[in-house]
């Protein structure tokens, strides 16, 4: 069961405030200070450097994804892949608007504190890769690793899955897009160098605030921005297609920065860009404007009807097409914004399809050798 929940506990190094039940538990919890004052703030200095008080930051657990498949299909007709992979269930980034936070309800646990301290891998993804490509029938197509949480937080350091992953799909010579907001890509670039040259990999970085500050509040255990943009322009130098999603962004808080975050990505020498307009569905809204009232209680309000503008009036939007832009007068202005922006940067190129024509199964230790 998730744990207790509503009122706000500014935690070292984590996004979300609470740890609020998810909408599936059939009981709430509510914090309650217990007499000693351990949820009021304390002076700047007497207890960490953020000046708040216990509860201290949770610890992050790892525990066994007993999934069977390893390849989820979509039919969405707003995303350009059918076919993705997610190593991880939780993600110890924290992003506090993240909007795979709900998915942890259906595991019982909060979409708060839970989904970046209780997370869930596949250990033996690479295996399950291998088994699913070599099945007779199977059609090459991009896959999409990292739309959901992101294949290179914290613990990827340790577990090296998202490593094993991309050795596979070299090996099938099979053709994968990269979502990151983390310059650990930047280990990989020898096995996406090596898939570059055959044209079987496109990155892409998302970068939501240059204001470093504001990416530690907001995004506390993903790479600082110029630490992406850095990854950025390490991969382009190896050779790999980059882009920069300037995503999400979150109307009356960063999208004053969308022309400057496609400067800083072709500097880097990304070669493509894209914007997401930010979506707070479930409890991440609830989240989301908790973490508001804190951070920047000033343009809290301001924040959310702004959301709410570019949202017929609400907070997100799951309809097709709409809920990556948005809907009205403000979601039509940056689009127009975005446009000028990536022309004035030369960001507009397209994306180039990727090779599914060299796919191919390796031959396994043991195969009868092929007469042909």
Known sequence: MAGSAHSPTRSPRRGALSNRDGRFEPVRHEVEDDGWGTLEPVAEGDDDRDGWGPPPSPATTVQVDASRTIISRNDSPDIPFDRSINLYRGCEHGCVYCYARPTHAYLGLSPGLDFETRLFMKPDAAAQLDAALRKPGYRPAPIAIGTNTDPYQPVERRSQ?????????????????????????????????????????????????????????????????AARLRAVRTLSAA???????????????TDHELDRILAAAAEAGAVQADYILVRLPLEVADLFREWLETHVPDRARRVMSRIAAMRAGAASSSRFHDRMRGTGTEAQLLAQRFAVAARRH???????????????????????????
């Open 161 to 225: 899955l998202m490593r094993e992953v991309l050795a596979v799909l070299s090996a099938f010579n099979h053709p994968v897009t990269i979502t990151t907001k983390s310059a650990m890509v930047e280990r990989d670039a020898d096995l996406l160098a090596d898939m570059a040259a055959r044209n079987l990999v496109g990155v892409a970085l998302s970068v939501t605030t240059l204001d470093r500050d504001l990416a530690r509040r907001m995004e506390p255990r993903a790479s600082p921005p």
């Open 346 to 372: 030369g960001l507009t190129k397209r994306g180039h399809a990727l090779e599914c024509g060299r796919f191919a199964p390796p031959p396994r230790p043991g195969d009868q050798l092929s007469l042909f």
């Open 239 to 253: 050779g790999v297609p980059v882009s920069v999603m300037a995503a999400p962004m979150i109307p009356g808080l």
